[in-house]
């Protein structure tokens, strides 16, 4: 069954640093989502994308944020300048027939 | 605004006890109701909807929009039922079924034997 993949499963970067986290959607899916989890709290949405562009973003979403399908395959979460808050899970979801697939996240850590 | 409760953070119960996990949801418009679970070193993955009022894996949800609830049950807990167990509201994103989803907090099961 094909699933949504995410690269890389750890990324630990320092204060102030670009980082990008790449996700690859499940093929013939066209709504594709990255939703975040601090460590003991709730899964967020932050961004759902759509037809190449943003279709909705939360308050989280800020403009050190940005999303994008570059080669229409992966679609990624660039964070421009990351801050300790930053620090969390990252699931990339993409949706077909009303159910969100998730991938396996990226754990990103902010030092 | 839109809001998921899920109140216990911990449940245990022992093999072959009934269980359920809490839902409440505050949402104005027509609410979409899932639960998603997520087993140990996994991914998240949908559990059930409402929409499909099916049964997965012994579990049933019924949405009670008068109680704006939609809680988990199984009437006989299994040990592979130990998990993380999230319930979430979809918005509807333009009359279409593709909006966010906003989760709850969710509930730590653990199935003793």
């Known amino acids: 069954e094909p699933e949504v993949t995410q690269t890389p499963s750890h990324q630990v970067t320092q204060m102030g640093q670009e980082v990008i986290l790449r996700c690859v959607p499940i093929s013939n899916h066209l709504y594709f989502y990255w939703y975040r989890q601090i460590l003991g709290q709730k899964v967020e949405f932050l961004v759902s994308?759509?037809?190449?562009?943003?279709?909705?973003k939360s308050e989280i979403f800020d403009d050190q944020f940005s999303v994008e399908r570059p080669d229409g395959s992966n679609f990624t979460l660039k964070i421009r300048s990351t801050k300790l808050e930053d620090s969390a899970m990252y699931f990339c979801a993409t949706n077909r027939d009303y159910e969100q697939y998730f991938g396996p996240g990226t754990r990103l850590t902010v030092t | 605004a839109q809001r998921v409760t899920q109140p216990e953070k911990l449940l245990s119960v022992f093999k072959g006890a009934p269980v359920e996990l809490k839902c409440n949801y505050s949402y104005s418009g027509s609410p979409e109701l899932f639960w998603y679970v997520q087993y140990s070193r996994q991914r998240l993955q949908l559990l059930l909807r409402h929409i499909s009022r099916e049964s997965i894996k012994g579990f049933t949800a019924d949405l009670n929009k008068g109680e704006t609830s939609f809680h988990l049950k199984k009437p006989f807990a299994q040990e592979e039922d130990s998990a993380m167990y999230y319930c979430?509201?979809?918005?509807?994103?333009?009359?279409?079924?593709?909006?966010?989803?906003?989760f709850g907090q969710g509930t730590i099961l653990t199935v003793h034997p």
């Open positions: 979430a509201l979809g918005a509807d994103a333009g009359g279409t079924s593709y909006g966010k989803l906003t």
């Open positions: 994308f759509y037809n190449n562009e943003i279709s909705e």
